[in-house]
T-cell receptor, first 109, second 111 residues
Framework: QKEVEQNSGPLSVPEGAIASLNCTYS??????FFWYRQYSGKSPELIMS????GDKEDGRFTAQLNKASQYVSLLIRDSQPSDSATYLC?????????FGPGTRLSVLP | DTEVTQTPKHLVMGMTNKKSLKCEQH?????MYWYKQKAKKPPELMFV???????INESVPSRFSPECPNSSLLNLHLHALQPEDSALYLC??????????FGEGSRLTVL
């Protein structure tokens, strides 16, 4: 059974702090990894994609991938109340996507 | 442009009705997906179309019938649904580097 695991949260951080979201995956052949943000009642929105070991930065977001440890993370710097949402981690091997259960992030003003 | 358009946004239907959900993308993507999502759960894969051919069917009940008329359109035909089928139905298309782009979803309520 291919699985992606996340801490369901809620993860609460104060405004301006760094939020750290973590994800582990079981399928070693997974090649691609994605972070989606989903506001309540809305559809998932792609935040970051990462394909190779190391860090990838885009604005306030940094994704980190460690294939040896089967670990993916997302750091959100200078967290804002508008970042409050559920963050879904996903692994993929072509057309086979596996989503984690999501981590609910709450950024407190 | 990373837009996937789904219609209708909301749908209420009885258990004997027949209705359809529609999805459209003009990004030239060749793989399109249907997902079902219940509250506080991750999206659950239903079907994948690749180059207009059904490539993945996750053992979905036959009351859900997908159709891909062309590379830009994806339909989901609904018939004799049950109240437990009420959910957010998400369409997605797959970009060149493997990422999925989701539409806004169709929120279905079965009475």
């Amino acid at each position: 059974q291919k699985e992606v695991e996340q801490n369901s949260g809620p993860l609460s951080v104060p405004e301006g702090a760094i939020a750290s979201l973590n994800c582990t995956y079981s399928d070693r052949v997974s090649q691609s990894f994605f972070w989606y943000r989903q506001y309540s009642g809305k559809s998932p929105e792609l935040i970051m994609s990462i394909y190779s070991n190391g860090d990838k930065e885009d604005g306030r977001f940094t994704a980190q991938l460690n294939k040896a440890s089967q670990y993916v993370s997302l750091l959100i710097r200078d967290s804002q109340p508008s970042d409050s949402a559920t963050y879904l981690c996903a692994s993929s091997n072509g057309q086979n996507f596996v989503f984690g259960p999501g981590t609910r992030l709450s950024v407190l003003p | 442009d990373t837009e996937v358009t789904q219609t209708p946004k909301h749908l209420v239907m009885g258990m004997t009705n027949k209705k359809s959900l529609k999805c459209e993308q003009h990004m030239g993507h060749r793989a399109m997906y249907w997902y079902k999502q219940k509250a506080k759960k991750p999206p659950e894969l239903m079907f994948v179309y690749s180059y207009e051919k059904l490539s993945i069917n996750e053992s979905v009940p036959s009351r859900f019938s997908p159709e891909c008329p062309n590379s830009s359109l994806l339909n989901l035909h609904l018939h004799a649904l049950q109240p437990e089928d009420s959910a957010l139905y998400l369409c997605a298309s797959q970009g060149g580097t493997g990422e999925l782009f989701f539409g806004e979803g169709s929120r279905l309520t079965v009475l």
